[in-house]
């Protein structure tokens, strides 16, 4: 097992109380595997792995039983010894690239400074470094490009740039944080094609925090469906798909536009997510969910095996409850 986290916790102090953004939440990743993390905005999915590379603020507070990487835990590292790991052998490609770039120095500078930090090469060793990497994310010109200032690119380019600057040290790991949210369509598929053919030339592990299920469904093997902090189902993108056992991740796949030509309206999940300063103490999804009974109002459900590879978070699948189908959801 490359990654695997247990029970990881994270809590931010703000004036008003304290927002549980993470509640909990177990992720395993092996090698090679590509992995998707998915749900609505403020589900906790971003905060998880910005928690397990130390990249949060001052007042955040990040617990878990066991955060272990390549046999390393990462919750008994120092903050000088995380760093010889992160952006070394964990990269990550962030949201936005044109604030994650610096626009006070050009390209180039940017991407020599992880190879002079983690691998101690000198400039001219490093530059040749960079112009491998930007012609493997398919940069045209790569040498023009590094003396150019981020401003200075579009964003498919610089979403490009985000990607050669995670790759740049041959990391096992690379976690990409909504990568084609601010790209076109046609941009979209472009950096999503580039990111597996990368994946399969070199053999890393991903994991993909995305809102789009189709970008789920194209690129991972194994999905996390994230709500209100906490996991509510996990399983093959199969299982995801095609037998989802969870309200909410119905909800969500309701919300997908069909291919077929039967014109069907999309079906919004009603409510609001859960206010997690003082988050339900039973199930979050219970105040949206058409199928909540009494019990949903008490615990928050445990995760239900379903088979070797597939769990849900639902009182629904416990004995005695109603049956309610995935095809009885859709309808």
């Given amino acids: 097992m490359l990654l695997d986290i ?7 102090d703000i004036h008003v109380g304290k927002v549980q953004a993470v509640r909990g939440v177990d992720l395993c990743v092996r090698e090679g595997e590509t992995v998707g993390i998915v749900g609505e905005s403020g589900c906790g999915k971003s905060v998880s792995m910005l928690s397990v590379l130390h990249l949060l603020p001052d007042y955040a507070r990040v617990s878990a ?3 272990i990487f390549d046999g390393t ?7 000088k ?79 490009r740039i985000m990607i050669a600057m995670a790759i740049m040290c041959n990391p096992r790991l690379i976690i990409a944080d909504e990568p084609t949210t601010a790209l076109d369509v046609t941009i979209q598929a ?12 070199l053999g890393t592990a991903v994991i993909m925090i995305t809102h789009d299920l189709g970008v789920i469904a194209g690129m991972c093997r194994r999905v996390l469906v994230m709500y209100g902090g906490v996991v509510v189902e996990e399983g093959s993108v199969r299982e ?18 069909q291919k077929s030509g039967e014109r069907k309206k999309l079906v919004p999940i009603p409510g609001s997510p859960p206010d997690l300063i003082a988050p339900p103490p039973g199930c979050p999804f219970v105040a949206r969910c058409p199928y909540a009974m009494n019990i949903c109002n008490q615990a928050l459900p ?3 095996p379903l088979s070797d590879t597939h769990c849900a978070r639902c009182y629904l699948l416990c004995e005695g409850a109603p049956k309610v189908t995935w095809e009885e959801g859709r309808a």
Avoid: C
Wanted: cysteine-free.
């Fill in 6 to 12: 247990k029970n990881l916790r994270t809590t931010f």
């Fill in 65 to 67: 039983d066991q955060m």
């Fill in 73 to 79: 835990d990462l919750t008994q590292l120092t903050p």
């Fill in 81 to 159: 010894m995380f760093r010889k790991i992160s952006g070394d052998q964990i990269g990550m490609i962030f949201q936005d690239p044109m604030t994650s770039l610096n626009p006070l120095f050009t390209v180039g500078q940017q991407l020599t400074e992880p190879l002079i930090i983690h691998k101690g090469m000198s400039k001219t060793a490093a530059r040749e470094v960079v112009l491998e990497k930007l012609r493997m994310v398919e940069i045209p010109d790569p040498e023009s490009r590094m003396k150019q200032y981020p401003h200075e690119l579009s964003g498919g380019m610089r979403q």
């Fill in 190 to 201: 472009q950096i999503l094609d580039l990111l597996a053919g990368l994946q399969k030339k």
């Fill in 240 to 257: 995801i798909f095609y037998e989802p056992k969870h309200p909410y991740t119905w909800g969500l796949l309701r919300s997908i536009p």
């Fill in 302 to 304: 445990e995760l239900t």
